[in-house]
């Protein structure tokens, strides 16, 4: 019978054992993630393209107007990143730069700007 202790002793001591073996650190896995961060400088080519895309915008809604003193106060009141987005949407064909437009126009600085250039035509 002693040896059947000493056997689930020994037996249990193996377990034990096994248990409080040391354990390596867990790793953790590293991923690198590609941020693709949108262009901040307006190039010529691109400011071109949006005083482009903004003019006929302002043409469709004045037919006949002289529209350039319009035209330059919505890109003298737009930021960089919307001047950028009107050149990227109208280089890819989408729809919806009429919106970015209106959405400049709406502000006061802009009205303001407008009201005035018209009171000079």
Known sequence: MRLQIFAALGLAAAVLAGCAAPVPPATTATTTTTVVTPPTVLDAASRQVAR???N???????????????TDCVVNNATTAELI?????????????ADSV????????TTQCIAAAAGTA
């Open 56 to 70: 006929s915008e302002m043409e469709k809604r004045l037919p006949g107007a002289n529209v350039a003193p319009y």
């Open 102 to 109: 209106a959405a400049i126009v709406s502000r006061p600085a």
């Open 52 to 54: 482009t895309v903004i």
């Open 85 to 97: 987005d009107i050149a990227q949407a109208s280089r890819a064909g989408a729809t919806g730069t």
